[in-house]
């Protein structure tokens, strides 16, 4: 396992009662993880960056792990993880794994350029993933990553027309409520506005249905899509947790992503998923340089009318960090969009507040 | 200022960064209550018990309060509220301050029988209260509550239809939004069930309004209505703080009491209060017996469908004490009541979880 993308590794539950319970560690060491987590109800996680492994210990030793070390190791490999979604019938782009820049050469002739080389393991947000134009960028590419624990992967070129998420929440008995398709727009491979609706195929859900069967997830799984060109649709990775795509559900449907990923890793029943607005739109909030953690513009953000504000309380802004969103719903989505855009945009981080 | 009627006097705040602060201390002390607030943006209260006086020494101290210390000294003795009240212009059931018996019988012959005998100070959900109903009980209903510091005074017996309440938040620049009106079902005193719509006339609003200007409140003030069998509006009473029949507008409103309360007091602009949706009924979730902080019947209360359970997260239940809440929404009142009262009835506590 590659050091964590995080740069503290700290536990930290939310306890029946009130006041948190906090441990400073190593979080793939699995003697802190079974000491931290020994007497809680269940353990769960909100990213997908803990090792199987510990995971694994911390089910040995008798602890309700949800989503399962199982889970856990078939996603965490991305190499895994396609492999899982191919064995289940589900249409991704050609992969396979690459050591060399003439295995690289050899996959750009099977799979045509350009290609998307990978790290199998830790990234996230665009982070240990490379586009390879063409052979003469295959040997400098390999090298980018060298020294990368855990081995590289390689994935023909999508040429998608859009990109689509759906988020579904399954349980122990295998029940799955699914949220309907959003659009997701990136920038700079990161998640940057969220819509619903989306006009996508019914599809979408299926297939998003179905990776979770596939993974045996309980609890929220994240599908990201590429919608083609022909209109057929391919799974581009899948996050086994509450996912950025899915956050305008606090505002915009019955019961939000984060209660039915509690209720499900508490074996509690799922609660409805059905949108109670026509239109919602997310935008994410990100800092545009170092500063502080509180941002300039938060009573002109608040002054755009119907909009959700969140701010996650981080300490310090650094250039390109997510530090919250904004969430609009209403009735029309070009309208919608436009409030949530206005009150992102008013909300400035790294020029002191 | 009589004893808190809170058993525990603890400061504590959410910081800006996660992790908060606490103090252990008494609330009316000025001194701890400085030291407490020292480099906050702003001290507001989730009660009105804490002495005006030591809010009024942290305003000395150069603190933003809000609600401010003259507020809270108009509201927290019940006679003075009631005073502020009647010299606003707004219809109050008659009062008077006494002390003796023969004060009590002398109302009783003024105002009619019976009498409501309140303290000025301390009581909520009916304690403190004490119905009078005769000149023969004006004797023993004073010797009850020999030894409370603080006074006593009496009301008139309002003959009401029903009781009713608005909620309304407003800013330093004197702007207030104003929720819809609710029906409120009271049971042993207790708030037991709110209802969205009620069909209240519109002056339940301005009567709302105006109180709020009247109190010259900054954030969000509860204003519990009468309406009498004429249909006429009085004020039973007020308080300078999100509200047990506010709850619902966290599911039902654009933007919840709670957040309009915080927009407030930190001199942000206020939200959108307009209903989200056609009904909303919330019933509080009070402990049967006296048991552990955790219900049984989790899972049935969750299987019924579009219901928002908040549990308080409470250590021990006590018989009678508040545990907390379900809201419920929808587009037919009856339907949304008979889902809220069904998720609430089906959560237990005091017999073990």
């Given at each position: 396992m590659p050091p964590s993308p995080f740069s503290n590794a700290r536990l930290s539950v939310r306890r029946r009662s009130p006041g948190a319970r906090e441990t400073?560690?190593?979080?793939?060491?699995?003697?802190?993880?079974?000491?931290?987590?020994?007497?809680?109800?269940?353990?769960?996680l909100d990213h997908e960056f803990v090792d199987a492994a510990a995971l694994a210990a911390a089910e040995a030793a008798g602890l309700r792990v949800r989503p399962s070390a199982a889970t856990l190791r078939r996603i965490q490999d991305k190499l895994v993880q396609k492999e899982t979604l191919a064995a289940a019938g589900l249409a991704v782009a050609p992969f396979r794994p690459v050591a060399t820049a003439a295995d690289l050469v050899a996959a750009g002739a099977a799979f045509g350029w350009p290609l998307v080389l990978k790290l199998?393991?830790?990234?996230?947000?665009?982070?240990?993933?490379?586009?390879v134009?063409?052979?003469?960028e295959a040997a400098p590419a390999?090298?980018?990553f060298a020294g990368k624990p855990g081995g590289l992967y390689v994935e023909g070129w999508a040429a998608f027309r859009r990109e689509l998420a759906v988020m579904v929440v399954r349980d122990d008995a295998g029940q799955i409520v699914a949220y309907p398709p959003v659009l997701t727009v990136q920038r700079d491979n990161i998640c940057h506005e969220v819509q619903l609706p989306c006009g996508a195929a019914d599809e979408a859900v299926t297939i998003a249905r179905r990776a979770a069967e596939a993974f045996a997830v309980v609890g929220?799984?994240?599908?990201?899509?590429?919608?083609?060109?022909?209109?057929?649709?391919?799974?581009?990775?899948?996050a086994p947790r509450p996912h950025n795509s899915g956050h305008y559900t606090i505002?915009?449907?019955?019961?939000?992503?984060?209660?039915?990923h509690v209720?499900?890793?508490?074996?509690?029943?799922?609660?409805?998923?059905?949108?109670r607005v026509a239109a919602a739109v997310m935008?994410?909030?990100?800092?545009?340089?170092?500063?502080?953690?509180?941002?300039?513009?938060?009573?002109?953000?608040?002054?755009?009318?119907?909009?959700?504000?969140?701010?996650?309380?981080k300490a310090a802004a650094r250039r390109g960090r997510k530090m919250g969103h904004v969430t609009a719903t209403g009735d029309d989505l070009a309208e919608v969009a436009a409030r949530a855009r206005a009150a992102a945009a008013a909300l400035r981080f790294g020029e002191g507040a």
């Open positions: 400073a560690g190593d979080w793939d060491d699995p003697e802190t993880l079974v000491r931290f987590a020994r007497d809680l109800d269940v353990l769960t199998r393991r830790g990234g996230y947000d665009g982070r240990g993933n490379r586009v134009h063409n052979p003469t390999i090298a980018a929220a799984l994240g599908v990201e899509l590429f919608e083609l060109m022909d209109g057929s649709i391919l799974v581009n990775e899948v505002e915009a449907c019955v019961t939000s992503q984060f209660e039915n209720r499900a890793v508490l074996g509690l029943p799922l609660g409805d998923p059905s949108p935008v994410n909030v990100l800092a545009d340089a170092d500063g502080p953690g509180q941002p300039a513009g938060l009573a002109e953000a608040l002054a755009v009318p119907g909009v959700a504000l969140h701010l996650y309380g």
